[in-house]
T-cell receptor
């Protein structure tokens, strides 16, 4: 059972464009939703995260939009740059429970063309 | 503040051998989680240790085990290695109450 579904699998964007990656979850006990960025040969780096009590969080060019009723959240990368080319993972966590583990989406390979 | 460190970075083993991987969390973090990353299965949770106790375990066979020391450093062990154990093994440290998990660079294990 895939508890976090991520789309698209891959995405090609022109420099300066907007990259949008979507995720949907099933478990309503999740209360923390991070996005990770991973470059080849590196571990995932925490990019930005949101809790369900807010609908949007922005940090620089990165914005998370969260829709609790639809159980969906998305990452928007504004003014995408070639340096943003990486694999992005959404994840979900029940931070207060005994089942403290990140459940990841399958990842999106983002390519930003110069 | 130093980040999460993992040693070794690369390992090559043969089937049937065992391996031990090490993780040093961020100073002050008492929760250490381990994940396996493969192209086919993605990122999968192995187990979590907090205050030297295993708090949570993923759906992996008993060949995968771990422990945590009083200084929060953690080790994971895989016995009787199989070809399918080839993967990037990632360690993440956390304050637990914040939910934020910070990953190390991983150990790339190749089983021949």
């Amino acid at each position: 059972q895939q508890q976090v579904k991520q789309s698209p699998q891959s995405l090609i964007v022109q420099k300066g464009g907007i990259s949008i990656i979507n995720c949907a979850y099933e478990n309503t006990a999740f209360d923390y939703f991070p996005w990770y960025q991973q470059f080849p040969g590196k571990g995932p780096a925490l990019l930005i995260a949101i809790r369900p009590d807010v609908s949007e969080k922005k940090e620089g060019r990165f914005t998370i939009s969260f829709n609790k009723s639809a159980k969906q959240f998305s990452l928007h990368i504004m003014d995408s740059q070639p340096g943003d080319s990486a694999t992005y993972f959404c994840a979900a966590l029940n931070s207060g429970g005994s089942n403290y583990k990140l459940t990841f989406g399958k990842g999106t390979l983002l390519t930003v063309n110069p | 503040k130093a980040g999460v460190t993992q040693t070794p970075r690369y390992l090559i083993k043969t089937r049937g051998q065992q391996v031990t991987l090490s993780c040093s969390p961020i100073s002050g973090h008492r929760s250490v989680s381990w994940y396996q990353q493969t192209p086919g299965q993605g990122l999968q949770f192995l187990f979590e240790y907090f205050s030297e106790t295993q708090r949570n375990k993923g759906n992996f066979p008993g060949r995968f085990s771990g422990r945590q020391f009083s200084n929060s450093r953690s080790e994971m062990n895989v016995s009787t290695l199989e070809l399918g154990d080839s993967a990037l093994y990632l360690c993440a440290s956390s304050l637990r109450e914040s939910g934020e998990q910070f990953f190390g660079p991983g150990t790339r294990l190749t089983v021949l």
